[in-house]
């Protein structure tokens, strides 16, 4: 089991950029595909980005790619998560997440993700 806990949250002007990590504990985050999630007050939680576990192949929400960067560095078990030219529609909790092992897919569903942070808030001011 993989021990996550976000870090980088705040708040930002619309246009702005912010940092996301997520440092994880535990001997399994080399071998493990790593996503992010967000979920906005009265919606559902929502994939943001997800990287394999070596790092050479991620995912994207439609809603995000050219914008938002995720990238890890296993010497720090940690993954990040850049966001550049944030929305007001990014405003949310968002939280890292630990995939289950399915070989090489890389999931957008949160059920297939089974250790979780406890999430960071962004807020984007317009």
């Known amino acids: ?5 976000e ?6 002007q619309a246009g702005g950029s912010l940092r996301l990590s997520c440092a994880a504990s535990g001997r399994t985050f080399s071998s ?9 007050p009265g919606k559902e939680r929502e994939f943001v980005a997800a990287i394999s576990s070596g790092g050479g192949r991620t995912r994207y929400a439609d809603s995000v790619k050219g914008r938002f960067t995720i990238s890890r560095d296993n010497a720090k078990n940690t993954v990040y998560l850049q966001m550049n030219s944030l929305k007001p529609e990014d405003t949310a909790v968002y939280y890292c997440a630990a995939q289950a092992a399915l070989g090489l897919f890389i999931s957008n569903s949160p ?3 089974g250790s979780w942070g406890q999430g960071t808030q ?5």
């Open 7 to 12: 870090s980088g949250g705040g708040l930002v």
């Open 1 to 5: 089991q993989v021990q996550l806990v």
């Open 32 to 40: 493990t595909t790593m996503g992010w999630f967000r979920q906005a």
């Open 111 to 113: 059920a297939d993700f």
């Open 122 to 126: 962004v807020t984007v001011s317009s």
